[in-house]
């Protein structure tokens, strides 16, 4: 037992807190759609990339922290 690799619980956190984060994703998935022929390369996705990401983090963390007391 002392001789397991330790799992890395955020990366599994992300995993679930995903699903809650379904608004976001597709925000940024119509997003991406929308930009995907610009040819330009003025157009991005950034906001809506940080805005899923952050739901994700914000859902993440107090499991997180919880597991590390």
Do not use: N
Not at 1 to 15: F, I, N, R, S, V
Not at 24 to 29: A, I, K, L, V
Not at 34 to 46: A, F, L, Q
């Amino acid at each position: 037992m002392a001789d397991e690799e330790p799992t890395d619980q955020k990366k599994y956190l992300e995993d679930i807190c995903k699903a809650q984060c379904a608004k976001p994703m597709h925000d940024y998935g119509e997003c991406v759609k929308r930009v995907s022929g610009d040819e330009s390369g003025s157009k991005h996705c950034t906001g809506q990339y940080f805005d899923y990401w952050t739901c994700v983090d914000k859902c993440v963390a107090p499991k997180l922290f919880a597991k590390l007391k």
